[in-house]
């Protein structure tokens, strides 16, 4: 037909090369596939502080272990100074809530995610 042809999508990446962290693989190897939350609004998303409690409190309202990997809320300082009241203790193992940055291809192409 000898007509130009310009590819406009989807373009499947290359399946990632690198292997996922070792406290990450550790973590997420406790887990029955298809079991897991994960959450990732990226760097560009800062949270109020208000909507980053209600969002953990809203996870652990599920009772399913999750991944969160979120940036401090919008004027606090860390992610561990922002979490609920006794967050810590009663998810400790069922949740993690980690400000910096993860391997988003290599975790989520593990197939433990119930939803993201």
Do not use: C, M, W, Y
């Given at each position: 037909m000898d007509k130009p042809v310009t590819l406009a999508g989807p373009?499947?990446?290359?399946?990632?090369?690198?292997?996922l962290e070792e406290k990450w693989e550790k973590w997420l190897g406790?887990?029955?596939p298809k079991t897991?939350?994960?959450c990732?609004?990226?760097?560009e998303c800062i949270?109020?502080?208000e909507q980053f409690?209600?969002?953990?409190?809203?996870?652990?309202?599920?009772?399913?272990?999750?991944?969160?990997?979120?940036?401090?809320?919008?004027?606090?300082?860390?992610?561990?100074?922002?979490?609920?009241?006794?967050?810590?203790?009663?998810l400790k193992g069922k949740g993690v809530v980690y400000g910096g940055w993860v391997q988003q291809p290599l975790?989520?192409?593990?197939?433990l995610w119930v939803a993201l």
């Open positions: 373009v499947v990446p290359d399946a990632p090369s690198s292997q406790g887990f029955e897991v939350i994960f990732a609004f990226g760097s949270l109020k502080n409690q209600e969002l953990l409190l809203g996870f652990e309202l599920t009772g399913l272990p999750f991944f969160a990997a979120l940036k401090p809320p919008a004027g606090v300082e860390s992610i561990e100074s922002a979490l609920p009241e006794g967050f810590e203790l009663r975790i989520l192409s593990t197939h």
